[in-house]
């Protein structure tokens, strides 16, 4: 999270957190303290608490070009892959997933690795979403979440945009647990903790209107001559998509879509 006097920055990763951060640390001061980190405790801070958020079908294009770099949280995951898995399920104390461990390595794993060589492969992204948002995607030990039941309902990228913006403890007594699109959305609907959302799609004039709030004039034109930051070479996201991975993204990560008024 990036923390300043008077705004903490929940940062979801590939949704301009890195810019966003950069901003406000031009016009506000402040620091980064655990990057993509939950905030333990809300009630401690009269803080303006804030995320960001992107179109689901885009994010995770983002996520896999990402990768494709060499780059990021789920690469690094994958290329020590089984060591991470045995990791996070030894870490998280969740003896299903050790079991599963075991069970897999008898069975095997996919090859995440090879869906990696180019961006620009529509392809391997189709084969590494259906990885991803199907069955196999259960078992990534990322953040916890093959120890959260609520990966039954939701798909990876609601269960990051929840896990930062909703209250920690509650998240981890009844939000990662939920298995119904309805328990999430009452979920939501009582424990989030963000007061703004910055939309990635107009970033820029949702930053201006932040920094409004505290009382720093900036203009979105100004704001337009920063550089963006940790951009991966990849096509427009409906290039990569087919039928079925576009309904795979409806149905796994429809709480964020329907919530937010997003569509392909």
């Excluded at 966003?20 to 001061?29: D, F, I, P, Q, R």
């Excluded at 050790?98 to 391997?124: E, K, Q, V, Y």
Aim: include cysteine; hydrophobic fraction near 40%.
């Amino acid at each position: 999270m990036f923390i300043t006097d008077k705004i903490v920055f929940l940062e979801l990763e590939k949704t301009g957190s890195t810019f966003t951060s950069v901003v406000l640390e031009k016009y506000c001061g402040g620091m980064l303290k655990d990057k993509h980190s939950s905030l333990s405790n809300h009630q401690d801070t009269s803080k303006i608490i804030v995320s960001s958020l992107r179109n689901p079908w885009d994010w995770y294009v983002s996520m896999w070009a990402f990768s494709c770099t060499a780059q990021g949280e789920l690469h690094h995951y994958f290329r020590d892959l089984p060591r991470s898995e045995f990791r996070r399920a030894r870490a998280e104390r969740h003896l299903p997933s050790l079991l599963w461990f075991f069970i897999r390595a008898l069975t095997g794993r996919p090859d995440w690795m090879t869906l990696f060589s180019d961006p620009f492969d529509l392809s391997n992204f189709r084969k590494w979403l259906t990885l991803m948002l199907g069955r196999e995607g259960h078992h990534i030990g990322v953040r916890g979440y093959a120890a959260s039941p609520v990966r039954m309902v939701a798909g990876y990228m609601t269960f990051r945009f929840l896990a930062l913006t909703t209250d920690y403890n509650a998240w981890m007594q009844v939000g990662r647990k939920c298995r119904t699109r309805q328990e999430l959305t009452r979920f939501a609907d009582k424990h989030t903790i963000v007061h703004k959302i910055l939309r990635m799609e107009h970033l820029n004039q949702d930053l201006a209107d932040l920094l409004a709030l505290v009382g720093i004039d900036v203009s979105v034109t100004a704001l337009d001559e920063g550089r963006k930051v940790n951009v991966s070479p990849r096509l427009d996201y409906r290039d990569y998509y087919d039928d079925r991975t576009n309904e795979l993204v409806r149905n796994r990560d429809g709480f964020i879509i329907d919530r937010f008024g997003y569509s392909f």
